[in-house]
T-cell receptor, first 113, second 112 residues
C-alpha cells in the first residue's frame, strides 16, 4: 500500500525565511498527492494537489510543491514565511485502488518573529 | 457557497454510551468520507459513503457505523464508546470517490 513519510515533526523558521516541509511517498505508480494545513482547533484546509499534470504545483497562500519522481518526494515550500503560516501541515496520498486519503504524521511549523 | 459543516462542535460522553455525529457536504458534492484524528496524529480513514452505501472502510471496528441520506448528508455512529475513541472526527466531501476532499471543522469528542 502506498504511504507518505513526513520528515521532521517540528520545523521552526524565522519570519521572512524560506519554508521547506518534507514529504516522501512510496509508490510504484504516480499517486495523487496533497498538502493540507490545519490551524489550531480547526479542520483541514487544502493547500495544493498533484494529479499527474504539471510537476510544479502552486497552491494558496504562496505555497508550492514539486513532484520529483526520481526522489519520490513532494516537498512543500514557501519563499518567505509569515506569522500566519504557523500551523500543522499534512502530506497525504490517495492510494492506488482506494478512494481514501492516507495522511502523514504531520509537521508543526513555528514562525519566529 | 457553504462549505462542509459538522455538528455538534464538541461532545462529552461516558464509556459505553453511543454517539451520533452529523455532516453536511459542500454544495454539489455527493461523496462523504469520515476520518478520526487522535491528539498529535494525522487523520485516519474510517469509511466513505457514496450513493447512500458504504463504499470503502478503514481499519475500524464494527462499533463505527454510518449512513448517507438522499441529500448526501451523512451520520457517523459510534457504539459502546471507549476512552480511546476520544478524538477529533473530521468529515470530508468530494464530487466523486477519488476526487479532492474538502474538510469540515470537525467534532471534538471526549469520552470520560
Amino acid at each position: 500500500a502506498q504511504s507518505v513519510t513526513q520528515l521532521g515533526s517540528h520545523v521552526s523558521v524565522s519570519e521572512g525565511a524560506l519554508v521547506l516541509l518534507r514529504c516522501n511517498y512510496s509508490s510504484s505508480v504516480p499517486p495523487y498527492l496533497f498538502w493540507y494545513v490545519q490551524y489550531p482547533n480547526q479542520g483541514l484546509q487544502l493547500l495544493l494537489k498533484y494529479t499527474s499534470a504539471a510537476t510544479l504545483v502552486k497552491g494558496i497562500n504562496g505555497f508550492e510543491a514539486e513532484f520529483k519522481k526520481s526522489e519520490t518526494s513532494f516537498h512543500l515550500t514557501k519563499p518567505s514565511a509569515h506569522m500566519s503560516d504557523a500551523a500543522e501541515y499534512f502530506c497525504a496520498v490517495i492510494q492506488t485502488g482506494a478512494n481514501n486519503l492516507f495522511f502523514g504524521t504531520g509537521t508543526r511549523l513555528t514562525v519566529i518573529p | 457557497d457553504a462549505g462542509v459543516t459538522q455538528s455538534p462542535t464538541h461532545l462529552i460522553k461516558t464509556r459505553g454510551q453511543q454517539v451520533t455525529l452529523r455532516c453536511s457536504p459542500k454544495s454539489g458534492h455527493d461523496t462523504v468520507s469520515w476520518y478520526q484524528q487522535a491528539l498529535g496524529q494525522g487523520p485516519q480513514f474510517i469509511f466513505q459513503y457514496y450513493e447512500e452505501e458504504e463504499r470503502q472502510r478503514g481499519n475500524f471496528p464494527d462499533r463505527f457505523s454510518g449512513h448517507q441520506f438522499p441529500n448526501y448528508s451523512s451520520e457517523l455512529n459510534v457504539n459502546a464508546l471507549l476512552l480511546g475513541d476520544s478524538a477529533l472526527y473530521l468529515c470530508a466531501s468530494s464530487l466523486g470517490q477519488r476526487e479532492t476532499q474538502y474538510f469540515g471543522p470537525g467534532t471534538r469528542l471526549l469520552v470520560l
